[in-house]
């Protein structure tokens, strides 16, 4: 027994045994949609996905990613690969991100919190900066969010108050920043009515400035650094709405690469660089893009690239981005806590476990996966391989990206009969579908049937199992669509494409040789989730889950 009451020692299952290596795969992005042109899993060549979905009928079937089933807090709330892979991993659903932030603003907690008192320290002589995406697309910020934090901020003492917008287009429509930045200037300019110095500071694009993530850019964030804390940037304006039109008016404009841009005051001079005595808030949610900039505002020896000037301030995210590294060590909003994992009870009973993927996607398989923690449980029981993304390059110039790769690795850790599991997230759908490139995004989807292929015949090999699963939706549905369905189109004539997540469900599929006859997916868990996959994958290795979470999605029908 642990010191809380609980044990970790799992319990059989009466009727599945123990020792078959079970392969776990998640394709990143890989919804379920009607096939049509734009539906980019469906136009690939994809015979392995084909093959398991065109099985057996009680081997393959759909769940839910997104909204309440991984804890955001509507069904209008698409998923992502953060708050897929806690699912997956942690077999409950927890109040995630968005939901989280919404309690505490509504309830006036994040007030209270020792986050927000860090910063208010600074308000007397200083100023508060907000920097984060400026969108409502709900998968790393919320306008809503940066409006209530704005008006709470501003009852709570800030008098001075500058906000660092990044532009959108890949969440949410392209060309919707114009609207945004409207929409944030006008409540500005009522904060000002009431006394409140409030002004929009800085922008630019988020694949441009700012947002980069897992250290492959750093020169993104850098271009962030230059204009929000130096006051530097190659375009100034008077209005943060002149820039977004202005620099929109270049043909090849697009809200996520736009270039960042300083306001400056009649003189010419920047009107909000941040200063000692200042306060600053990351308000972004989701981590992944935010961990890079926490790193280059709160981290005393810092060497990624020339800060020039460091300025001593208070500086708080809006959630803590790394629960590992304690980063940054203040945050307006307490995370989620993910205890009692299915990996960590797995390794407590003795499976040998094996993770990979690359750069972009591993922390999903490992940190996510395991709660929002980084490093092994047991180093003797586990190996976690992360394969080097390509740098430089927007993924739709490689689209086959590592795939065959993470294929190769995990092929030869399940042949190597070393390890009890083997999971992977094959990125491919949902990178490259961020893109827009409907044709690379096909040339993606058959990457990474190729390398669930790969896998599943080491499986057959050794006499194992398979679960084939995804995070949430991206590629199976390329284009904006109206309310009867069919696709949108711009005032040219042309279709409106769709970068972002969807709200589709994904797909399930188990089997393999060492799969009992008899076992199939339940009948009577229609609204189940990636929740319910963690107490499947546990019935698998021939344990019965924790009673706390979400029930498992198979059964074994005697014959």
Avoid at 495 to 505: D, E, F, K, R
Wanted: proline share 5%.
């Amino acid at each position: 027994m642990s010191s809380s009451g609980f044990s970790w020692k799992l319990e059989d299952h009466p009727k599945l045994p123990k020792g078959k290596t079970v392969a776990v795969v998640v394709l990143d992005g890989w919804g379920e949609a009607n096939p049509d042109k734009y539906n980019c899993i469906h136009v690939a060549e994809t015979p392995t996905m084909d093959s398991l979905k065109k099985g057996a009928p009680e081997k393959w079937r759909l769940v839910r990613a997104h909204g309440t089933a991984v804890g955001l807090p509507t069904e209008d709330d698409m998923g992502n690969s953060e708050v897929g892979h806690n699912a997956l991993g942690a077999g409950r659903i927890y109040a995630q991100g968005a939901k989280l932030v919404d309690f505490a603003l509504a309830s006036g907690k994040i007030y209270e919190g020792e986050g927000f008192k860090y910063i208010k320290e600074c308000f007397d002589k200083g100023t508060l900066h907000l920097i984060g995406l400026l969108s409502d697309g709900g998968v790393h910020s919320r306008l809503d969010q940066l409006q209530l934090l704005l008006k709470g901020a501003s009852e709570n003492g800030a008098k001075r108050i500058r906000v660092h917008v990044l532009t959108d287009g890949r969440d949410v429509l392209d060309g919707t920043s114009v609207g945004f930045v409207e929409t944030l200037e006008n409540d500005l300019s009522k904060l000002r009515e009431k006394g409140v110095d409030a002004q929009i500071a800085s922008g630019g694009g988020r694949m441009y400035v700012t947002m980069d993530r897992y250290e492959n850019d750093w020169g993104v964030v850098k271009r962030g650094w230059d204009a929000q804390v130096l006051g530097g940037a190659p375009h100034k304006f008077q209005t943060a709405v002149e820039a977004v039109k202005k620099l929109r008016e270049d043909p090849n404009a697009n809200d996520q690469y736009l270039p960042p841009f300083v306001i400056v005051d009649e003189s010419g001079k920047p009107v909000g660089p941040i200063l000692d005595g200042d306060a600053v808030v990351t308000f972004n949610f989701r981590a992944d893009r935010m961990v890079m900039i926490a790193k280059a505002l709160e981290y005393e020896d810092f060497d990624k690239f020339d800060r020039v000037r460091v300025p001593k301030i208070h500086y708080a995210g809006m959630l803590q981005y790394d629960g590992e590294l304690k980063l940054p060590k203040h945050y307006l909003v307490d995370p989620p806590e993910i205890e009692r994992t299915s990996g960590e009870y797995l390794v407590h009973n003795g499976i040998r476990t094996f993770a990979c993927s690359e750069t972009v996607k591993f922390g999903h398989v490992t940190f996510f996966w395991n709660g929002n923690r980084s490093g092994y449980f047991d180093a003797s029981m586990e190996e976690y391989v992360e394969i080097p993304s390509d740098a430089g390059i927007t993924f739709n110039v490689q689209p086959k990206m590592k795939a065959l790769e993470i294929a190769e690795k995990a092929r030869d850790a399940i042949l190597s009969r070393k390890f009890d599991q083997v999971r992977v997230n094959l990125p491919n759908g949902d990178m490259v579908g961020h893109t827009g490139d409907i044709e690379a995004t096909v040339v993606a989807c058959k990457a990474a049937d190729e390398a669930v292929k790969m896998i599943l015949d080491a499986i057959e090999q050794v006499g194992g199992i398979y679960v084939v699963t995804a995070d949430h939706g991206n590629a199976e549905d390329m284009v904006k669509r109206n309310k009867s369905g069919q696709p949108a189109l711009d005032k040219n004539g042309n279709i409106q494409v769709l970068t972002s997540h969807t709200l589709q469900p994904v797909p399930i599929a188990i089997g393999g040789p060492g799969l009992m006859h008899g076992v199939q997916f339940r009948s009577d868990a229609p609204d189940g989730g990636l929740a319910n996959v963690a107490a499947t994958v546990m019935n698998l290795h021939g344990f019965i889950a924790p009673s706390d979470y979400e029930p498992t999605l198979i059964e074994v029908v005697d014959n």
